[in-house]
């Protein structure tokens, strides 16, 4: 159970970045400087979808029905425009952290999300190119001003992990009720479950909600004394446009 434990406690991140591996002519390190800024480019075409030409990084864009499975990843049903924030606060971290993910690009089986981390004044941007059937990463930019520079996975996962807590132990499920939580400040009906779980050899209680549709709402891990360790909550979210709709 505590595999499970911990997926709720990362529930905001969409994905976890699984390497470089599996594709077909990856764009070189000096070559970082001519990526198409997507973003620009959606803005300046008025366009909800970018074409084979803007990812030049691979030879043959797949299209959705090649890859999506049955049961298809969270990032098969993103579209671009969609946009979620979520905040983390607790005493695992020195300031909040705020991780806003964006959807800025799509094509075939292919989607581009810009994820941003701020930490207190300072501020890191990527732009993560996943493969929607698998959820894995094919590449990584950092974002400054305009500019794409060679990143990695391993950045990716770094950022994600300042962004996650995971308890030594859950002990059990003590607890189960519908509920009213507010997201992005609107009223929505979810359900809360609550874990005993341990910190170090110290007990804590572990608190998620959840959505209707199953989605993950909040976390929050808090002592005995009430002290709050972790908590994750989103406080801002956004459905995209239909494809052949001008975003911004």
């Known amino acids: 159970m505590r595999s499970h434990l911990i997926a709720l406690i990362t529930v905001p991140v969409l994905v976890v970045a699984c390497g470089n591996q599996g594709i077909p002519n990856p764009i070189a390190a000096d070559d970082a400087t001519d990526s198409i800024d997507i973003a620009a480019a959606k803005s300046s075409q008025k366009t909800a979808s970018i074409s084979a ?6 030879d043959k864009i797949p299209s959705a029905e090649e890859t999506l499975p049955k049961s298809s990843p969270e990032l098969a049903h993103k579209r671009v425009g969609d946009r979620s924030v979520h905040r983390f606060s607790g005493s695992y971290t020195k300031t909040p952290l705020i991780l806003s993910q964006e959807v800025v690009a799509r094509a075939g089986s292919l989607i581009v999300i810009d994820y941003t981390l701020e930490e207190g004044d300072a501020a890191t941007r990527l732009r993560v190119t996943h493969d929607v059937g698998s959820d894995r990463v094919l590449r990584v930019r950092e974002m400054r001003g305009k500019k794409e520079l060679l990143s ?28 009213t939580c ?67």
């Open 152 to 179: 990695s996975a391993a950045a990716f996962e770094k950022m994600l992990a300042k962004t996650s807590f995971a308890p030594d132990d859950n002990e059990a499920e003590i607890g189960r009720e519908k509920s």
């Open 53 to 58: 030409d803007d990812l030049p990084f691979i």
């Open 182 to 248: 507010l997201v992005a400040g609107a009223a929505t009906a979810c359900e809360k479950t609550a874990y005993r779980v341990k910190v170090g050899d110290k007990l804590a209680t572990f608190s998620v909600s959840r959505g209707n549709d199953g989605s993950d709402l909040s976390g929050e891990i808090s002592d005995e004394s009430g002290s709050i360790i972790y908590k994750a909550e989103l406080v801002e979210t956004r459905t995209g446009l239909p494809a052949g709709v001008a975003a911004r």
